[in-house]
């Protein structure tokens, strides 16, 4: 899960989607001997990513990530790669590319650096709002489309047209799914988030088995 020997630092990160609102983002503890591998992995379970497309990190204009079979070649590695290496500054931001189709990109901000807790278990997320994205749902101006389609207040009147009627038609059965795709897009469940990051860094595979709680 990271390289060998204890950390003196652990960094808080903020991490956002681009061009989404309101915004999807994950406030995360990671120790700073982590390495840009388990990054990578860090930030899909936060955003419940597969892990199925090709990625990279931008950091200080040079790119980092996990080889992919037929896609990007990196020059360093990144399972040796641990983040202390690029002494980073409160306040700094790179970013991850994840999914060149849909592009997916996401700000990563060095909020600040933290002493390392032995008692605490890393990493955790701390924080965060709103559902991750569908995995090939078209990118963010396709979740965008599909809040400007909907509202509450929509939800609302649609409900209450339900219980007037008191049965589901083809189209209204139709619209029904339409919004239970627009509410899925404000849940946010930070313990699911928890419990597979514990699994990840238990070396436990099973934390590939929990993508639907997201």
């Avoid at 990625?55 to 204009?61: E, K, L, V, Y």
């Avoid at 790669?81 to 700094?92: A, L, M, V």
């Avoid at 083809?170 to 990051?197: C, G, P, Q, V, W």
């Amino acid at each position: 899960m990271s390289l060998p020997g204890d950390p003196e630092e652990v960094y808080q990160l903020h991490i956002w989607l681009c061009s989404i609102s309101p915004m999807i983002w994950r406030r995360a503890l990671v120790r700073s001997n982590t390495t840009i591998a388990d990054l990578q992995a860090i930030i899909g379970i936060l955003f419940g990513w597969s892990d199925e497309h090709l990625h990279q990190f931008i950091i200080r204009g040079k790119r980092y990530g996990v080889p992919h079979l037929g896609g990007i070649v990196f020059r360093d590695d990144a399972e040796t790669i641990p983040r202390s290496r690029f002494r980073f500054r409160d306040k700094e931001r790179f970013s991850y590319e994840y999914d060149f189709g849909d592009f997916w990109q996401h700000v990563v901000r060095v909020e600040k650096k933290l002493p390392f807790n032995p008692r605490k278990a890393y990493p955790v997320c701390i924080g965060g709002s709103q559902s991750s994205p569908l995995e090939d749902c078209g990118g963010p101006e396709a979740i965008m489309i599909l809040r400007q389609r909907h509202s509450i207040w929509d939800l609302h009147e649609y409900i209450e047209d339900i219980r007037e009627e008191g049965e589901v038609g083809d189209e209204m059965d139709d619209k029904l799914h339409s919004y239970l795709d627009f509410l899925k897009t404000y849940l946010f469940d930070r313990e699911a988030i928890n419990r597979r990051l514990q699994l990840y860094a238990a070396g436990d595979k099973r934390w590939r088995e929990e993508d639907e709680l997201l």
